[in-house]
T-cell receptor, first 114, second 116 residues
Framework: AQKVTQAQTEISVVEKEDVTLDCVYE???????LFWYKQPPSGELVFLIRRNSFDEQNEISGRYSWNFQKSTSSFNFTITASQVVDSAVYFCALRDTGGFKTIFGAGTRLFVKA | DGGITQSPKYLFRKEGQNVTLSCEQN?????MYWYRQDPGQGLRLIYY???????QKGDIAEGYSVSREKKESFPLTVTSAQKNPTAFYLC???????????????FGEGSRLTVL
């Protein structure tokens, strides 16, 4: 069965600190996609990144970076120099290729204080 | 602007009543989804539809029903059989996985249902 675990329920940091959100997944599929979504207070989830299971290159986009390690089944998300606008709930998600079911973790609520 | 519109944003229901949540998209996506969000539990899939006139149960379909008569619309009915319907409901659609698309989900702003 597929499963996504985000062990950190809430994280609180002060602005400009770096913060890493952990994600561990389980799947028997050999090919799959991993995603991160951001849910601001408005409620709608916003797509941040997708990673294919065969591409373990880390990715950086501005202050955001993602570390995908297949050996540990982890797909961690780091925000560098956090800002108040980064305050949101962040979800890690998993889907097999060609499938229609995306499995979400429980989410990590990030508070960034000024 | 293209996107997903959910209505109403807030809804109150008495026990024993059915309610229907609206979801409309103008993104021309074939696939649409309904998720339920409860505090500390992430999102759980209720129903999904890959094409018009076809839909499948997700992980928690009991007490819910859907229809997909038009590509743009995927309404969700919360029936009186749903034992604990108070939750935040999110509708989504997805792009195909063919490049340059990534198959990610596009979400509406959600509907918060409270049973009194």
């Amino acid at each position: 069965a597929q499963k996504v675990t985000q062990a950190q329920t809430e994280i609180s940091v002060v602005e400009k600190e770096d913060v890493t959100l952990d994600c561990v997944y389980e799947t028997r599929d050999t090919t799959y996609y991993l995603f991160w979504y951001k849910q601001p207070p408005s409620g709608e989830l916003v797509f941040l990144i997708r990673r294919n299971s065969f591409d373990e290159q880390n990715e950086i986009s501005g202050r955001y970076s993602w570390n995908f390690q297949k050996s540990t089944s982890s797909f961690n998300f780091t925000i560098t120099a956090s800002q108040v606008v980064d305050s949101a709930v962040y979800f890690c998600a998993l889907r097999d290729t060609g499938g229609f079911k995306t499995i979400f973790g429980a989410g990590t609520r990030l508070f960034v204080k000024a | 602007d293209g996107g997903i519109t959910q209505s109403p944003k807030y809804l109150f229901r008495k026990e024993g009543q059915n309610v229907t949540l609206s979801c409309e998209q103008n993104l021309n996506h074939d696939a649409m989804y309904w998720y339920r969000q409860d505090p500390g539990q992430g999102l759980r899939l209720i129903y999904y539809s890959q094409i018009v006139n076809d839909f499948q149960k997700g992980d928690i379909a009991e007490g819910y029903s859907v229809s997909r008569e038009k590509k743009e619309s995927f309404p969700l009915t919360v029936t009186s059989a749903q034992k604990n319907p108070t939750a935040f409901y999110l509708c989504a659609s997805s792009t195909p996985e063919i490049a340059p698309n990534t198959g990610e989900l596009f979400f509406g702003e959600g509907s918060r249902l409270t049973v009194l």
